[in-house]
């Protein structure tokens, strides 16, 4: 779509917002920005006015204008009354990563989705294909980069063929209408934003979005292992080509044994050289193991980068030891299968934090993983006391805030314990961000 002239509106801003305003302002577009804060309250506003941007709120005032397209910030949740009346008013609604896709030359995508995992398998996978293509390879995405800004800072309106590794959440896959990756995976499904989708199998059909455009050209790495990737891709077949993973299956195209990852019967990684802990992790190597085979990178290659390769923060992260107890942040853990998988990663004694927004999610399955090396499961935050009651009842520990929880777990750990925080949920009742929350944690953690 050529967008010179164009009237677009832009809901939310927030940093895709922001990326999306900038990127249509450089291909000419005329932007109305409707955002949900105060004008007054915009750090932006000056620059916005300055380049001719109109800003509104999010009322009937959207509607005393008309638009050729709108851009939605995934935040905004996409059952608004003024989303479905612009697609009723025939505006097409599409999403940052679908404008970013459409304004640019054509890229070499390579896109990655799932309910956890999603970070550590794109930074695995961009250290991978960087290593070999230094100056033509980005992440963008959910990982915190909006892919317009990485459109405009590689100037990629001019330049062809740089490899693009995204991250791409649920909401990121809502309103794409020609998004094609050449890649595409989706690591695993469980249930989660239900607040947001309405039901899980809204979720899970929403990640089936990043593969619906691909062709016989393009290659899909199904996981086999879950039973739900099984039955939404069997309900919303694939057209593209196939690589399969699993890591108990001797019949997938991706395999693991007690040595090494294997890609096509070849070992890829040797399992002694990988630093971060979990099966899950092994799983996100795999993947991306099998994303830099159907790109041509060999096995020594991939080796080298998994065997330096120390995680992401906030992903099952070391913080520090003290008096023999071992610290860690998963702050990212915003559901409870995240937390469930973390949980596992460790056979350890395990004194588990857990707590924060109430999103409604029910904590059977994370119950159901908790071993026996689970000494005390501590709650804090808004929905702490829940969690706690239907992860363990009357044997954990309820408090109301994060300094009270690691202080509480401070005092009963013993040498060799581990203190995790994987809070189960997500981090709004008091924290911007999951960030946010994995920073405070650490902050509290080096002031034992």
Request: hydrophobic share 40%.
């Amino acid at each position: 779509m050529n967008y010179y002239k164009k009237r677009v509106l832009v809901l939310g801003l927030a940093r895709s917002g922001m990326a999306a305003v900038r990127l249509l302002l450089r291909l000419g577009a005329e932007v109305t920005l409707s955002e949900q804060k105060p004008k007054e309250k915009l750090d932006e506003l000056p620059w916005l006015t300055q380049n001719g941007v109109e800003v509104i709120g999010q009322g009937d005032e959207i509607f005393e204008r008309e638009y050729d397209v709108a851009v939605k910030n995934p935040g905004i949740p996409y059952k608004l009354w003024f989303i479905s009346r612009l697609e009723e008013a025939g505006v097409p609604v599409i999403t940052e990563i679908e404008l970013a896709y459409q304004a640019a030359m054509p890229q070499h995508y390579i896109a990655i989705t799932g309910t956890n995992g999603k970070t550590t398998t794109t930074m695995i996978t961009y250290e991978i294909i960087r290593s070999v293509y230094p100056d033509i390879t980005h992440y963008a995405g959910n990982i915190g980069l909006p892919l317009c800004d990485v459109v405009l800072r590689e100037n990629l309106l001019e330049n062809k063929n740089n490899y693009i590794i995204l991250e791409i959440s649920n909401f990121q896959l809502l309103h794409i209408s020609s998004f094609r990756p050449e890649i595409a995976t989706i690591i695993n499904m469980t249930p989660d934003h239900l607040d947001y989708m309405g039901s899980v199998e809204a979720y899970y059909e929403s990640k089936t979005n990043i593969y619906k455009n691909m062709d016989s050209k393009c290659l899909f790495i199904k996981n086999i292992d879950d039973v739900n990737i099984l039955k939404y891709t069997k309900r919303f077949p694939v057209r593209s080509a196939v690589k399969t993973v699993s890591l108990t299956s001797e019949k997938a195209d991706c395999t693991v044994d007690d040595e090494s990852i294997y890609v096509d019967g070849i070992p890829y990684v040797s399992l002694k050289d990988i630093k971060i802990v979990g099966a899950h992790n092994i799983q996100n190597i795999m993947i991306s193991a099998a994303i830099a085979n159907a790109v041509g990178i060999g096995a020594d290659t991939v080796n080298n980068i998994v065997s330096s390769f120390n995680g992401v923060e906030h992903r099952i992260e070391f913080v520090r030891e003290h008096n023999g107890v071992k610290y860690y942040n998963d702050s990212k853990a915003t559901n409870p299968d995240a937390a469930a998988t973390a949980v596992k990663a460790f056979s350890e004694p395990l004194i588990l934090l857990v707590g924060g927004f109430e999103k409604g999610l029910p904590m059977d399955n994370l119950r159901d993983r908790l071993g026996s090396n689970v000494k005390k499961v501590i709650g804090f935050g808004q929905c702490g006391n829940r969690l706690v009651r239907e992860l363990v009842g009357d044997r954990g520990t309820v408090v109301y805030t994060m300094e009270e929880a690691v202080a509480a777990a401070a005092k009963l750990a013993e040498a060799g314990d581990v203190v995790l925080l994987s809070p189960a949920t997500s981090s709004f009742d008091r924290f911007e961000s999951f960030e946010e929350r994995g920073r405070f944690f650490k902050e509290l953690v080096f002031r034992l």
